[in-house]
Nanobody
């Protein structure tokens, strides 16, 4: 069982930055992939990016690439989502998730563990 706790959301103006954190309760995350997803009201959950814990390889959607960066802190069992040059359309609830398989990182149905989510609001 892995518990995930996100933090770092808030209100920011367009062009600003936020860093989200997701801390995991697992003893080790070496076999996990950590994904970031977002879901706006009335929309489906959308893949943002993922990090493979064992080698820190990262994967992003075209929307996130160049603006968002995923990183990790092994000592803190924490994965981060650094979001720069935020746009109003980035407004959403952001969730982190964990899974043990490293394929299909973009698919929310593949993830077993989910955090409660943190709200990000970008004003224009």
């Amino acid at each position: 069982q892995v518990q995930l706790v996100e933090s770092g959301g808030g209100l920011v103006q367009a062009g600003g930055s936020l860093r989200l954190s997701c801390t995991a309760s697992a003893r080790t995350l070496s076999t996990y992939a950590m994904g970031w997803f977002r879901q706006a009201p009335g929309k489906e959950r959308e893949f943002v990016g993922a990090l493979r814990w064992s080698d820190a390889n990262t994967y992003y959607t075209n929307t996130a690439k160049g603006r968002f960066t995923i990183s990790k802190d092994n000592a803190k069992n924490t994965v981060y989502l650094q979001m720069d040059n935020l746009k109003p359309e980035d407004t959403s609830i952001y969730h982190c998730a964990a899974k043990t398989a490293i394929l299909r990182l973009w698919s929310p149905g593949e993830y077993v563990y989910w955090g409660q989510g943190t709200q990000v609001t970008v004003s224009s």
